[in-house]
């Protein structure tokens, strides 16, 4: 594993190093060629990352700091776009935020309930996550990809890990009975929070320093050649029948 200086993140952010591309570009045509029409979820991005780059990878309850390289670590996310280079900006689930839970039974009535005073519990518990992450960690990103549904473009970026402060931002109820957050600046929608906290999401605008990688689809890797290549047989196998 690479070691880092601790004065230091281990790299700028969005300059990933020059070999990351043809790393994931690897680990894509991989699975093509043995999966065929399939998907992948976010713990493999995380580990696929983390392996192009040399660095630690564990599951953590937060989903926050689940890469490690040196002082730098990364939560990772993944979004599903038809065509990830035309996507400008990204919903991305950061956790749940259930008031009712945090705030011993706490009770929010949709429509009802003050939207300001709500979103700003919200943040709360967002930043208080963010807040225990970054007391072991001196550099805090999230780590982004938009994949196509056939895993043949993917588009890569990270953002600084951020805690949000509750007074840049005011709160409405939409017709869904969901929570919207949205910049007082310039009244730009930033967070959406399901009430009951089913689901906390955040928007994030995709910068124009990303990593673009497109790959060409491979064959599909023949089965049954594939193991009768490998001496696959009935000898392999343990079977236990239990009653």
Request: hydrophobic letters at 35%; glycine letters at 4%; proline letters at 5%.
């Amino acid at each position: 594993m690479r070691t880092m200086s601790h004065a230091v993140p281990a790299f700028p952010l969005n300059e990933f190093p020059s070999y990351l591309p043809y790393k994931i570009a690897e680990e894509l045509v991989y699975i093509m060629a043995t999966r065929g029409n399939c998907d992948v979820q976010g713990r493999e991005w995380e580990k696929m990352f983390a392996d192009a780059i040399q660095a630690k990878w564990s599951y953590h309850p937060a989903g926050l700091d689940d890469i490690i390289l040196g002082n730098t670590a990364w939560g990772a996310k993944s979004v599903k776009q038809l065509k990830p280079s035309k996507v400008k900006t990204v919903r991305l689930i950061s956790g749940r935020n259930d008031l009712q839970y945090a705030y011993d039974g706490h009770i929010i009535k949709p429509l009802e309930t003050d939207p300001d005073e709500t979103g700003a519990l919200v943040l709360d518990i967002y930043n208080s996550k963010v807040s225990k992450v970054r007391e072991t960690h001196e550099q805090l990103r999230t780590l982004v990809f938009v994949r196509s549904p056939d895993l043949s473009e993917v588009v890569i970026f990270e953002y600084n890990t951020i805690l949000y402060d509750p007074e840049l931002f005011y709160w409405k109820w939409n017709k869904q009975r969901n929570l919207e957050g949205y910049f007082k600046r310039d009244n730009k929608h930033k967070f959406t929070w399901q009430s009951g906290g089913t689901q906390f999401t955040i928007i994030e605008d995709i910068p124009t320093k990303n990593v673009h990688i497109k790959v060409k689809a491979p064959d599909v890797v023949d089965k049954t050649n594939f193991l009768s290549k490998i001496g696959f047989d009935k000898s392999w196998v343990t079977i236990t029948k239990n009653k």
